[in-house]
């Protein structure tokens, strides 16, 4: 069963410093989607892809988070400066109207400590 | 806006005892409601969905009904094994396909043999 990659699986930086994630949904899926999940809570989304364009990012800290899907793939999420709160589960989802009418599937997302 | 409110957990239930987790959703619009569960180290997985009132939802046991009267989606396992020990996420989605998901704290569930 095809399944949402990321990369890497756990990750820890210092404050203010850079960092980045992965995501490759599966093939096919046109929207993807970055949620952020502290412990504890639910994930919240960041970002919602729809192909390569940006079509909610109401919730993106946009100050220090980017994203970018650039040929409508694989994407990545970037912090910088990471910041001491950023410390969190990183989740990314991907969907499709034509696999059961764009249920979502997530990976095993990525967990930040940030020191 | 929209939410979606769960029991806090932990919820600690010997083996094969009846589960149920309570979760409520704001009404705005015609919502599709769903519950996730999350095994310790994976990802969010689907377990079971509802798009509209009186719809159930059903799988690996777990079944939930789309209460609009009560905008309620409570999930229930009639005999919990130890490997549904589990965090149970309640979701709210909007009625129009491919938009957010909005979702619940999360409930912790422990299943002791």
């Known amino acids: 069963e095809a399944e949402v990659a990321q990369s890497p699986r756990y990750k820890i930086t210092e404050k203010s410093q850079a960092v980045a994630f992965w995501c490759d949904p599966i093939?096919?899926?046109?929207?993807l989607y970055w949620y952020r999940q502290i412990l504890g809570q639910g994930p919240e989304l960041l970002v919602q892809f729809q192909d390569e364009s940006v079509v909610d990012d109401s919730q993106l800290p946009k100050d220090r988070f980017s994203a970018e899907r650039l040929k409508g793939v694989d994407s990545t999420l970037k912090i910088q400066p990471a910041e001491l709160g950023d410390s969190a589960m990183y989740l990314c989802?991907?969907?499709?109207?034509?696999?059961?009418?764009?249920?979502?599937?997530f990976g095993p997302g990525t967990r930040l400590t940030v020191t | 806006g929209n939410s979606v409110t769960q029991m806090e957990g932990p919820v600690t239930l010997s083996e094969e005892a009846f589960l149920t987790i309570n979760c409520t959703y704001t009404?705005?619009?015609?919502?599709?409601l769903f519950w996730y569960v999350q095994y310790p180290g994976e990802g969010l997985q689907l377990l079971l969905k509802a798009t509209k009132a009186d719809d159930k939802g059903s799988n690996k046991g777990f079944e939930a009904t789309y209460r609009k009267e009560t905008t309620s989606f409570h999930l229930e396992k009639g005999s919990v094994q130890v490997s549904d020990s589990a965090v149970y996420f309640c979701a709210r989605a909007p009625a129009a396909a491919g938009n957010k998901l909005t979702f619940g704290g999360g409930t912790r569930v422990l299943v002791k043999p």
């Open positions: 989802a991907s969907s499709s109207y034509r696999d059961r009418g764009y249920e979502q599937y």
């Open positions: 093939s096919g899926h046109a929207t």
């Open positions: 009404a705005t619009g015609y919502p599709s």
